[in-house]
């Protein structure tokens, strides 16, 4: 017998916000996609200083959302099949799924929110070792000087927050794209670009995080009150 009044209403919306919930998936699967080949990360993260590669935590983190977006593709579909067949089963493995990976969102969230800053550190970092390279002619320069130049033509800046390299582009046009007037006071520091290109990016990821809890929850809630409503219903 299936269920009727409320119960009904809610198993619909139940499929309606599971729906929402696949597309959400999808596109937070697009986004990461997008993020991992876009072209001014892969020209900077693909990059090698030696025997050093460029840091990788930003990888990691995109990784974790590719996984996540598949993930609540998977369940948004369960919990779409388990509402139209009002089946205790698989709303209960639906809510399961959902409990899980609500708790990994959490966990990920702290891990994002730790690292946030880590992640443009550890690449000005790998930058200013490079430039350092670069200018003193270490063995490794020519190979520096290609790591430097990559920074300078897909952030469009030169130089750093240290004093030397703010002066760099005076002395050192094979370095930088533009003459020496023009690159001191119109290009802005790679330290400030790499901070830019970063939290614009962190801060897109976060917004999606958050709707998709707020999605999640409601749909946690629907799912233990369509189950009770199809217990009471198969019991009359």
């Not at 930003?58 to 996540?68: E, M, P, T, W």
């Not at 959490?106 to 690449?123: H, P, R």
């Amino acid at each position: 017998m299936g269920v009727e009044g409320c119960t009904k209403c809610i198993k619909y919306l139940l499929f309606v916000f599971n729906f929402i919930f696949w597309l959400a998936g999808g596109i937070i699967l697009g986004v990461a996609l997008w993020l991992r080949h876009d072209s001014q990360t892969t020209n900077i993260l693909y990059l090698q200083l030696g025997e050093k590669p460029a840091p990788n935590t930003f990888y990691v983190g995109i990784y974790i959302l590719i996984a996540v977006g598949a993930v609540m593709m998977f369940v948004g579909f369960l919990g779409c099949y388990g509402a139209i067949q009002e089946s205790q089963c698989l709303l209960g493995t639906f809510f399961t799924c959902l409990v899980i990976l609500f708790a990994c969102e959490v966990a990920a969230g702290i891990w994002g929110f730790v690292n946030k800053d880590q992640i443009a550190k550890d690449v000005k970092q790998f930058y200013d070792q490079a430039l350092q390279q670069a200018l003193m002619g270490d063995l490794d320069a020519n190979n520096a000087k290609a790591v430097v130049k990559t920074f300078h033509e897909t952030l469009d800046c030169c130089g750093s927050d240290t004093l030397t390299a703010t002066f760099t582009p005076v002395w050192r046009d094979d370095l930088c794209r533009k003459d020496s007037l023009k690159s001191l006071f119109e290009n802005s520091n790679c330290h400030k670009k790499i901070d830019e290109l970063f939290s614009g990016k962190l801060y897109l990821i976060g917004i999606a995080a958050v709707v998709v809890a707020v999605i999640m929850i409601f749909e946690m809630i629907l799912s233990m009150v369509l189950c009770c409503g199809i217990r009471n219903s198969s019991v009359y």
